[in-house]
């Protein structure tokens, strides 16, 4: 019963870390470190297991990090399916672009390749205002 329990709390702490940092990519490994400085000592298959799971139920959108060779996981919430996403290439940060900006591409590009872009999965690369700076 304690284990269930435990268990419990550690899943608990992983989302709410995740729900912070819903701007971000995270991986598994910064989940751990935010865990271990909560003093709680998961093993990371354990993250890995609940973070496919959260994937599975579609809270979560899993990533291929281009430069770590990792999976990065994001917060997705229902608004993602209806609009882009624009990441900072220095800090990570996860920007949310507003559909009108890119209808008409979109209209484009199904009309001459008869193609439809999942707005989930697409994100546009760059460096965000504050790391400019």
């Known amino acids: 019963m304690n284990n ?7 899943r608990k702490m992983i989302l709410e870390y995740i729900e912070k940092n819903k701007d971000k990519q995270l991986t598994a490994y910064d989940i751990l470190q935010n865990l271990y400085l909560k003093d709680e000592n998961p093993s990371i298959a354990t993250i ?3 973070l496919e799971k959260l994937v599975k ?6 990533n291929y990090s281009e430069k770590k060779n990792a999976a990065t996981f994001e917060y997705v919430n229902k608004a993602c399916a209806n609009h882009y996403h624009l990441k900072c290439e220095k800090c990570g940060r996860i920007i949310h672009l507003s559909n009108e900006v890119f209808s008409d591409l979109e209209s484009k590009i199904d009309k001459k390749y008869d193609f439809e872009i999942d707005n989930v999965k697409t994100v546009l690369y760059g460096i965000c205002n504050e790391c400019k700076n």
């Open 48 to 50: 890995y297991r609940y």
């Open 57 to 62: 139920q579609g809270i979560l959108k899993k």
């Open 4 to 10: 269930i329990e435990y268990k419990t709390k550690q």
